[in-house]
């Protein structure tokens, strides 16, 4: 007898620009995904890669907001890899946006026997495991989206910086409270290193931050003005609701 398929759930994102399919069990996109791609500075004709996108909410987005832009979303989970593919056709974004089965850590060979070759991308946008791998959770996509064993994100960084072309951009979002790590595991390929915290509300200690490095450069590191989530009175601010339900991009 065939096993049960895993129960999922439809939601909306971007204010309903886009619905998706994600299990009901395990780890669920949420404003991180939607942050990542309003950083990701790509434009019409462009080609943006995700590493780790799950269901595809990220990449997703990007190609929602961004008219032109083609878009590889690589997962390695092929329940996720497949609801991604799913999603992209369901938001019409297929002949735009596709999804292949593939971890992000792999050689070089299977990433070109996927079509993905050195220098094939203007942008790379992820958002790694970032966890450490204590008590970790019992269903394996929770603990593959979350628990990052050692040498992880350094790996995730190599394979970014040899898909992205000389100039290329890389994108992600990591705990603020281990951005020491993202700074040391892009020393060696990238410069130009932006970094704008991320606020849950104002006098609160930032929770996540949003970091962008140039492939090759040797520009000096900028830290940015923080983006609030919400004010004091818990509702979302003029710009967080910009960017969560309007798409808006993240300068």
Known sequence: ?????????????LGGKLVLRQPLRGHRFGHDAVLLAAATPARRGEHAVELGAGVGAAG???????????VTL????PNLAALARENSARNLLSERVRAICLDAAAPVAQFAAAG????CAD???MNPPFNAPHNPSPDRARRLARAAPPGLLERWIDTAA???????DLTLIWRADRLADVLAAL???FGAIAILPVYPKPQAAAIRVLIRATKNSHAPLALLPGLVLAGSDNK???QAEAILRDGAALA
Do not use: F, N
Not at 2 to 8: D, K, S, V, W
């Open 74 to 77: 690589v997962e390695l989970d």
């Open 236 to 238: 979302p601010t003029a």
């Open 162 to 168: 040899r898909l992205l072309r000389a100039d290329g």
């Open 116 to 119: 993905l070759d050195p220098d």
């Open 1 to 13: 007898m065939a096993a049960a398929a895993e129960p999922t759930s439809d939601d909306a994102l």
């Open 187 to 189: 020393t060696a390929g």
């Open 123 to 125: 942008h790379v946008l």
């Open 60 to 70: 997703l987005a990007l190609a929602r907001r961004v008219e032109g832009l083609a």
